[in-house]
Nanobody, 119 residues
Framework: QVQLVESGGGLVQAGGSLRLSCAASGRTGSTNAMGWFRQAPGKEREFVAAISWSAGSTSTADSVKGRFTISRDNAKNTVYLQMNSVKPEDTAVYYC????????????WGQGTQVTVSS
């Protein structure tokens, strides 16, 4: 089992910045990658960004490319999402997730943290 706890969400004005954190605990030794997803009211959950745990290679959704950056601290088992130049359409509940080696879909999910961007 892997437990994930997100933090850092809140209310921010458009054009501002926010940094989300996700701390993993438990059986983290089989982590292949960690990702951030978001779900806005009335919409499906969508991919935001992901990072491979060993190599640190990243993937970012086109909607946030150039504004959001994912990073990790292996020693702390923590992944971050730096959100810059936020827009009202970035308002959503943000979830982090863990992809284990050998899995095709993300295996564990956090409880989510609310991000609200005011115009």
């Amino acid at each position: 089992q892997v437990q994930l706890v997100e933090s850092g969400g809140g209310l921010v004005q458009a054009g501002g910045s926010l940094r989300l954190s996700c701390a993993a605990s438990g059986r983290t030794g089989s982590t292949n990658a960690m990702g951030w997803f978001r779900q806005a009211p009335g919409k499906e959950r969508e991919f935001v960004a992901a990072i491979s745990w060993s190599a640190g290679s990243t993937s970012t959704a086109d909607s946030v490319k150039g504004r959001f950056t994912i990073s990790r601290d292996n020693a702390k088992n923590t992944v971050y999402l730096q959100m810059n130049s936020v827009k009202p359409e970035d308002t959503a509940v943000y979830y982090c997730a863990v992809l284990l080696w050998g899995s095709r879909t993300y295996d564990y999910w956090g409880q989510g943290t609310q991000v609200t961007v005011s115009s």
